[in-house]
């Protein structure tokens, strides 16, 4: 009996795992304030003013208002479940590993300005509310909510 011959055929694999060790393994997708820019008028910038909010200032007078972290700690689950759906697509070649991270980047950013704007606990103080003649917290000129961006790196 004749011995048989296996043909090994690459139908891709080869170039897809070295443009995903290129890319892919070493991409990351940031979301938050990216820039300590903002121009703004009470000598803080935008970075300055998110850290304060996310974290609350310790001489208690900010209480604590995170929008960043409470929003990814509330969605990991949705963030992770999407994640693996791009990589399929990835993996798939519909689409290149940055486009994947930008559109996870695009979600959480939706996400956290979502979040701000349906209001963030704790209430505002009365003389606050006053000041800035609204109610919503991390809301004034939306100069923070528009810094809320993302960058693949």
């Keep these: 009996m004749a011995a048989r011959r296996v043909i090994d055929r690459d139908r891709g694999w080869r170039k897809l795992r070295q443009d995903l060790e290129k890319t892919s393994a070493k991409r990351r997708v940031l979301v938050g304030i990216q820039s300590d820019d903002g121009g703004r008028d009470d000598g803080l910038n935008n970075a300055e003013l998110a850290a304060v909010h996310e974290f609350g200032r310790l001489d208690g007078t ?17 963030y992770k479940a999407l994640a693996k759906l791009l990589s399929k697509g990835v993996i798939n070649r519909k689409m290149t590993a940055t486009q994947a991270l930008e559109i996870l980047g695009q979600k959480v950013v939706a996400d956290i300005r979502a979040r701000i704007r349906a209001g963030i606990k704790p209430d505002l103080a009365t003389a606050t509310i006053a000041r800035k003649g609204s109610s919503k917290p991390l809301i004034d000129s939306n100069q923070l909510i528009n810094a809320i961006t993302y960058k693949v790196v």
């Design 62 to 78: 900010i209480p604590e208002r995170s929008f960043i972290r409470a929003t990814i700690d509330e969605n990991a689950a949705k």
